[in-house]
C-alpha cells in the first residue's frame, strides 16, 4: 500500500513546512485483492494537473473535499477506465500537506492496474516509494514521529486493544508528552547557558541554577516512572509471549488446539510428539497473544528430543506467562499433598527466579492447568481445589478437560486477566511506551540528566552538554528539536542587554 510506514531516522529530524521534492507520486492506498471501491492518491503539485487530465475537468477544481462523480479516462488515449469519485485536497490542507487528490474507483484487478499504468504515463509523476506519503506529512510537519508510528501500529493492529493503543499514540498523545519533557529541558539548558555566558555581568537573578536543578531532578524522575512499565505498551504492541510447559503426555498440544480451535498440533498417546516449537496467534479479550507449545520436559537419548527440550526451556525463560500443564491423574491421592507436589513440580519446569524477583514475582507470571480432570472423581477434585485455595506460594491452577471443554471457561477467564494485567489498560493513566527505541532514547536521556548533577559544581559547560544530549534524545524520539528555540528562550527569559 502507498500509505504504509516508515520513516525512522537516525540522527536529529527538523521537519519543514517544505515537501521532501517538487516530484508528484500516486499509490493504491486503500490495499491490494478484490474488493467494491479502491482509493488511489495522488500528492505533489501535479496533483491538479493529474485531476484534470484524468477526470476531464476543464474548468475549475472540485470544491476541496468534496466527492465529483467522473468518468476516469486515459489522458493519452482518452480511453473509459471507470466511473468513479474523484476528490481535491489543496495543500496544506491535506495529509501531506501539499496538493493532493483521490479516485475511488471500483475495486477490480483490471480497473485498478489500468488507473496506475495511466497515472504513470503522465509526465513528472511516479510510483510512490513504500511510506512516502507518511512521510512527506512528517517533513510537512503534519506529524511527528510518535504520531507517524502509531499510524504505523494502527494500520497494523489486529486487536481492539492494539486499536486502542495505536490510536491513542496517533492521536498525539505521547508525543506531546515527550514534547513537554522537551519543553522544560530547553528551558533548563537555556538557563544554565545564560548563567555561564552573562552571570558574570550580573544580568542574571540568583537562584536560576537552584531552579534548574529542581526541575532537572523532578524530568529525572518523571522518565525514569514511565520507564517502569514492565514493558506493557511494548507487549501490547507486538503480543503476549505465552508458553505451554509442562511433562510429556500432559496434553499441552490438546490445550493449544483448545484454545486455538483448531488442530494446530499433532496429539498423540505416544509420550514426545512434540519436538519442536509450534506457535499460534490469538485474541483472547481484545489482547494479542502469541501462544506457544512446547516439547514434553524429560531426560531422553533421542537427540532430537533432546534439542526440543533446550528449545523449550530457552522459550519458558523468554515467556511472559507460562501454562505449566499438569496431568491430574497423576496428582496424590490425599488432596493435602498436591500443593507440595505441585511445588516440587514447577521447580523441574520454571528456570529458578532471581534473587531479586523472587518466588511470588515468578508465581505472577505462572498459571498451573490440571489437564484430565474428567478423569479424576469429583470429590478428589472438590477437595483438592480447597487445598489448592488456601495454599499459599503457589500461582493460580485450574482444573480443565480439553477433551471435554469443562473447566475451560473460568480458565479462560482467569487467563483473560493475566494478559490483561500484563498489557495494561492502553486507555487509563499516562500513555505508555510502545516502541523499543523510545526506551533507549529515554534510557539515554536518564544517563545524561545523571551526568549533568555530577559536573554540574566541577564544570557547568560539561553539566549543560548533559541537559543538551538528554534534549537530543527525546528530540530523536519525537523528531523535533533545534538550537533556535534554546535562543529563543534565552532572549525571552532573561532580556540579555537590558
Request: charged residues 25%.
Amino acid at each position: 500500500e502507498g500509505d504504509v510506514l516508515c520513516c525512522m531516522r537516525r540522527g536529529l529530524c527538523i521537519p519543514t513546512r517544505a515537501v521532501c521534492d517538487a516530484e508528484t507520486i500516486f499509490a493504491l492506498s486503500s490495499g491490494h485483492g478484490r474488493c467494491g471501491v479502491a482509493v488511489v492518491r495522488v500528492s505533489g503539485p501535479a496533483s491538479s494537473m493529474v485531476l484534470r487530465n484524468m477526470a476531464g475537468l476543464t474548468q475549475a477544481l472540485p470544491s476541496p473535499r468534496t466527492a465529483l462523480l467522473r468518468r476516469i479516462t486515459d489522458p493519452q488515449s482518452k480511453e473509459l477506465l471507470d466511473r468513479g469519485l474523484v476528490l481535491w485536497f489543496q495543500g496544506p490542507h491535506s495529509f501531506t500537506g501539499e496538493d493532493s487528490a483521490e479516485f475511488h474507483i471500483h475495486g477490480g484487478p483490471a480497473v485498478i492496474t489500468a488507473v496506475l499504468q495511466a497515472l504513470g504515463s503522465l509526465e513528472g509523476v511516479r510510483p510512490a516509494e513504500a511510506g512516502e506519503f507518511t512521510r512527506r506529512a512528517f517533513h510537512a510537519g503534519k506529524l511527528g514521529l510518535t504520531e507517524v508510528e502509531g499510524l504505523g501500529d494502527l494500520i497494523h493492529a489486529e486487536t481492539e486493544a492494539q486499536r486502542r493503543q495505536a490510536l491513542r499514540q496517533m492521536d498525539g498523545e505521547l508525543g506531546r508528552l515527550y514534547q513537554d519533557w522537551g519543553y522544560r529541558l530547553k528551558r533548563c539548558l537555556a538557563h544554565v547557558e545564560a548563567f555561564i555566558d552573562f552571570s558574570e555581568d550580573e544580568l542574571i537573578e540568583d537562584g536560576v541554577l537552584n531552579q534548574v536543578d529542581s526541575s532537572v531532578r523532578q524530568l529525572e524522575a518523571e522518565i525514569e516512572r514511565h520507564l517502569k512499565d514492565e514493558r506493557r505498551g511494548e507487549r501490547l504492541r507486538s503480543g503476549v509471549q505465552v508458553v505451554i510447559a509442562g511433562a510429556t503426555n500432559a496434553g499441552k498440544s490438546s490445550l493449544l488446539n483448545t484454545l486455538c480451535q483448531r488442530p494446530a498440533a499433532i496429539v498423540s498417546p505416544i509420550a514426545g510428539t512434540t519436538r519442536d516449537i509450534v506457535e499460534t496467534s490469538l485474541d483472547i479479550g481484545g489482547f494479542p497473544v502469541l501462544l506457544s507449545d512446547t516439547a514434553g520436559l524429560r531426560d531422553s537419548s533421542d537427540s532430537v528430543e533432546r534439542e526440543g527440550v533446550r528449545r523449550a526451556r530457552q522459550r519458558v525463560e523468554q515467556a511472559d506467562l507460562t501454562l505449566v500443564v499438569v496431568d491430574s491423574t497423576q496428582l496424590p491421592p490425599d488432596p493435602q499433598l498436591v500443593p507440595a507436589f505441585l511445588q516440587e513440580h514447577l521447580s523441574t519446569v520454571l528456570p529458578s527466579p532471581s534473587p531479586e524477583a523472587g518466588m511470588e514475582a515468578a508465581s505472577d507470571r505462572v498459571l498451573l492447568v490440571l489437564n484430565k480432570s474428567d478423569l479424576v472423581p469429583e470429590e478428589q477434585r472438590e477437595r483438592t481445589e480447597g487445598e489448592l485455595r488456601e495454599s499459599t506460594g503457589l500461582p493460580p491452577a485450574c482444573f480443565l478437560s480439553c477433551y471435554t471443554s469443562t473447566g475451560l471457561e473460568d480458565f479462560l477467564t482467569v487467563l483473560q486477566s493475566r494478559v490483561k494485567t500484563l498489557c495494561g489498560d492502553p486507555l487509563s493513566g499516562a500513555p505508555s511506551l510502545t516502541q523499543a527505541r523510545h526506551r533507549a532514547h529515554l534510557q539515554q536521556s536518564v544517563q545524561a540528566l545523571i551526568q549533568y548533577h555530577q559536573y554540574r559544581d566541577q564544570d557547568l559547560a560539561l553539566a549543560a552538554e548533559g541537559v543538551r544530549l538528554a534534549l537530543t534524545h527525546l528530540g530523536r524520539i519525537t523528531g523535533r528539536v533545534g538550537a533556535e528555540e534554546i535562543l529563543d528562550i534565552i532572549f525571552r527569559d532573561f532580556c540579555i542587554g537590558k
